[in-house]
């Protein structure tokens, strides 16, 4: 498989993650959104797209395992910490109104 393709696979399941996140009006935390990709991977109905989840979660554990932010044991402040900046970068890449 194409490397750029793939990681536009991961990239989408992980917003896809976010998005169900978001829906659900819970926390957006990098814990939440390893566990959202975790229910996605028992639901999802291929094997690819089961092994395109794996490829997303291991993004993710790695991306905060680089950022020094801990999945294991989070605090409730860095929590909202992410939650906020997470919030706040999406509000501002998309300023239309819908």
């Not at 690819?48 to 294991?72: C, F, Q």
Request: net charge positive.
């Amino acid at each position: 498989m194409n490397r750029r393709y793939e990681q536009q696979r991961i990239d989408e399941i992980i917003g896809e993650a976010a998005l169900a996140l978001l829906q659900q009006a819970g926390p957006v935390t990098l814990r939440a959104l390893v566990a959202q990709l975790q229910n996605m991977e028992k639901l999802a109905n291929t094997s690819d797209r089961r092994k395109d989840i794996v490829l997303a979660i291991n993004e993710v554990r790695m991306s905060a395992k680089s950022a020094n932010v801990g999945l294991p044991h989070e605090s409730r402040e860095q929590e909202d910490k992410e939650h906020h900046t997470f919030l706040k970068a999406l509000s501002s890449t998309n300023s239309r109104k819908h």
